[in-house]
């Protein structure tokens, strides 16, 4: 069985960018390595959207400019993709959603997907649920299901059926998410979008992990 | 107004003890006249205003600070303080269907959807016509999920009020969620003629077409992002690059004739230049990361990205 870990400054990053924009979509992608047959690992996020997940020019961009990056950077590749919905209902991938996997799945077939289920995000803030992110990966049918259920890959094969935290710490992540939240750190986090209204503002968020060091005490990241 | 807003917000922050009546007062003018969507700390700071510094405002600022704190609070899931502050409002206009809706607008917050109908559909026996409470069903159906009936309802009201700008741009958003793209295309192109200088109406326009694809729609979106990088003198990042999508989608051969088709061969330079120049000043640390896609953009072949 094939697990998908995940680093919590990556799952901050997107809690940040929910929290950035509350009544919104967004969505962005996922960076890390995975080599075949072994796990998924997701190191950082890039936050896209918030205002326009619905359209094509920011995401082709937005993509080719990461995609840039990674080959650039070397190390870490986009595996995956990310969103939240604007609405309070059920942690799904919707139909957009699901094209913009199918996209990411293109370049990368190990690529899975992360959503925010916003009911259980309320339940993670009340500590009454560890993990409010919904695993997704692409059965043999080229559907994205969720991880786990029975459409997914049940033969134990190459799909990551599992979210890991890198630590294992939900509660941890729970009060980095609080404290940084407290800070306002949040509003320190840009988006693909807010770069192209403003250049300066940098989708990388280099400040922001620098940040999130000093905001949560005796934390190695 | 931006920069007056940052600077109050940080005087704000800032404050030792109970912040001051003026700085208070002026954040809540700002955000109402910015229209900006903050509502946690506007419930904050509009709580405390209401608490401590009531006397510091006419009688009509403090009502319209009361209904804006109002729906701050319900955005903010702070039920049990804005139950408090709509039954304040309702308790001073009795007979008020502004101050009505906001009970409706309560059990919305609640989740009591049904009830929320209710009330809407008692204001609308008084007066059927009443803007405020048809536009607050069209926000109840797409609260519930109910996109396709909140379309129908939005699309009736604008064939009455036509001119309400804010209507036209909540219906394309809700057609872009349903994926209607060329619905959503002519809603921009209802706002592109009410608000005719608006570059960000050009974009959102352009985009929409770029997003339906096809050589005649790569086309007209590029003399929209055209268009918008003349309304912001080159600055809008989102037009150039459209410029170059919608370009390297573009195959057909143009010949030099005229100043127009001219301006048409160029275009694809001008702003890759353009580009570069505001990368190198605002965002060198990207310049690697952009170099290799304005190249391949610019080599065409009609791929794209």
């Given amino acids: 069985m094939v697990a998908c870990i995940v680093d ?27 080599a075949e047959g072994s796990n998924v690992e997701i190191h950082d996020v890039i936050p896209l959207c918030h205002s326009t997940v619905t359209l094509a020019p920011p995401l082709e961009i937005g993509l080719a400019q990461v995609e840039s990056y990674t080959h650039i950077a070397g190390g870490l590749k986009i595996v995956g993709y990310y969103q939240s919905d604007a609405r309070f ?29 916003n009911k259980r995000l309320e339940q993670f803030c009340k500590a009454q649920v560890d993990n409010p992110f919904e695993l997704f990966n692409r059965d043999g049918a080229k559907a994205w ?6 459409g997914a890959a049940a033969d134990g ?27 306002l750190k949040h509003r320190t986090l840009y988006d693909f979008e807010e770069h192209l209204d403003d250049p300066a503002k940098d989708w990388l968020n280099r400040n922001f992990s620098a940040g999130l060091k000093f905001v949560l005490p005796g934390n190695a990241l | 107004m931006e920069i007056e807003l940052e600077e109050v917000e940080r005087q704000l922050r800032g404050a030792k003890g109970v912040p001051s009546a003026d700085k208070l007062i002026k954040y809540l003018r700002l955000m109402r006249d910015l229209h900006i969507r903050d509502s946690p700390t506007v419930a904050r700071y509009g709580n405390i205003l209401l608490r401590h510094y009531k006397n510091h405002l006419s009688e009509e600022e403090l009502w319209t600070v009361y209904e804006q704190v109002a729906i701050a609070a319900l955005d903010s899931h702070a039920l049990q303080f804005a139950a408090s502050v709509v039954a304040a409002i309702n308790r001073r206009f009795p007979e008020s269907v502004r101050a009505k809706r906001l009970q409706g607008m309560y059990y919305e917050a609640v989740g009591d959807y049904n009830k929320a109908e209710g009330v809407y559909n008692d204001l609308l026996t008084q007066d059927a016509a009443n803007e405020m409470i048809l536009k607050r069903m069209v926000a109840l159906e797409r609260s519930r999920g109910n996109l396709t009936t909140a379309i129908d309802a939005l699309r009736k009201y604008l064939d009455t009020f ?7 741009e909540e219906l394309a ?6 994926q209607n793209y060329r619905q959503a295309a002519f809603c921009y192109e209802e706002l592109l003629m009410h608000v005719p200088g608006n570059s960000s109406y050009f974009v959102r326009y352009a985009d929409v077409l770029y997003t339906i694809g096809g050589p005649t729609n790569y086309k007209t979106a590029r003399s929209y992002y055209a268009k918008a ?45 353009a580009l570069l120049r505001i990368y190198k000043q605002h965002a060198p640390d990207k310049l690697p990361f952009v170099e290799p896609i304005l190249a391949k953009l610019l080599s065409g072949h009609g791929h794209g990205l």
């Fill in chain 2, 173 to 178: 958003e809700m057609y872009l969620e349903v």
């Fill in chain 1, 145 to 150: 299901k969720r991880a786990g259920s029975s």
């Fill in chain 2, 162 to 168: 036509a001119n309400d700008k804010e209507g036209w």
């Fill in chain 1, 8 to 34: 919590q400054v990556a799952l901050l990053k997107i809690l940040a960018h929910a929290a950035k924009f509350p009544s919104s979509s967004i969505n962005g992608v996922l960076l890390g390595n995975c």
């Fill in chain 2, 229 to 273: 990088i003349e309304l912001t003198a080159g600055g809008s990042l989102r037009a150039l690059f459209g410029v170059l999508a919608c370009s390297a989608h573009i195959t057909d051969k143009v010949t030099l004739q005229d100043a127009r088709s001219r301006a048409q061969i160029e275009l694809p330079d001008v702003s890759t230049q």
């Fill in chain 1, 89 to 117: 209902g059920p942690g799904d991938l919707s139909p957009l959603g699901r094209k913009i996997a199918d996209k990411v799945f293109e370049h990368q077939s190990d690529a899975v997907v992360l959503v925010l289920d």
């Fill in chain 1, 157 to 183: 094969g190459d799909t990551a059926t599992k979210l890991q935290l890198k630590g294992n710490d939900w509660k941890q992540l729970r009060e980095e998410f609080f404290t940084m939240f407290k800070q």
